[in-house]
């Protein structure tokens, strides 16, 4: 699986849209996107995931860059309860069964 | 209503002594996974099961083990425990059909305290 860069941190006001940045420069053609979220002492939490066209369901918008070199996870109007770590996860699709690699993350605070 | 469960939430055991956490699905999915996070870090991958097939991570200390009687139970045994099992421990599941196994299911893990 392609590695991926996240920011340690990132805060953001309550009421604001968050956008969390990814970079998966050595991404591969049949590599796949997915977005989990960590609440402090629960398991993670699937998020979104996409290929190449840009996604939206009821959690969050994924963008992904037209070279696939990077993305960006848009939580459109953060509360409060969107505090948590940020995974980007980059794996092929085909190998769902394998499991997660997870990375450092990116630890999102919403402020009040 | 809770499709992945793990019992109990907080379990504290004594230094040597064998500990089994538990973990249930009502997903009826073909692949559960065990992760253990340390404190501050990411979830690791332990193993899973693909039906009754047993995969193991390659640093996996031996000193871990799992049982899948059914579908819907998986076990993580630690025959040995030492201080630096204390973790959270993670049961996951997914469908495994490939391309179509977008998203894994996380319970909301047992927290092992080791003494």
């Known amino acids: 699986d392609a590695k991926t860069t996240q920011p340690p941190s990132m805060d953001c006001a309550e009421g604001r849209a968050a956008n969390l940045p990814c970079n998966h420069s050595t991404i591969s053609g049949n590599e796949y996107v997915y977005w989990y979220r960590q609440i402090h002492s629960q398991g993670p939490q699937y998020i979104i995931h996409?290929?190449?066209n840009n996604e939206t369901n009821e959690m969050a918008s994924l963008i992904i860059t037209e070279d696939r070199k990077s993305s960006t996870l848009i939580l459109p109007h953060a509360t409060l309860r969107d505090t948590a770590v940020y995974y980007c996860?980059?794996?092929?699709?085909?190998?769902?069964?394998?499991?997660?690699?997870f990375g450092k993350g990116t630890h999102l605070i919403i402020q009040p | 209503d809770a499709m992945v469960i793990q019992n109990p939430r907080y379990q504290v055991t004594q230094f040597g002594k064998p500990v089994t956490l538990s973990c249930s699905q009502t997903?009826?999915?073909?692949?559960m996974y065990w992760y253990q996070q340390k404190s501050s870090q990411a979830p690791k991958l332990l193993f899973h099961?693909?039906?009754?097939?047993?995969?193991n991570e390659a640093d996996t200390p031996d000193n871990f083990q799992s049982r899948r009687p059914n579908t819907s139970f998986c076990f993580l045994d630690i025959r040995s425990p030492g201080l630096g099992d204390a973790a959270m421990y993670l049961c996951a599941t997914s469908r495994g059909q490939g391309a179509m196994d977008t998203e894994a299911f996380f319970g909301q893990g047992t927290r092992l305290t080791v003494v």
């Open positions: 996860i980059v794996r092929v699709a085909s190998r769902g069964a394998d499991g997660l690699t």
């Open positions: 997903l009826n999915h073909n692949v």
């Open positions: 099961y693909y039906d009754k097939d047993f995969n």
């Open positions: 996409g290929l190449k």
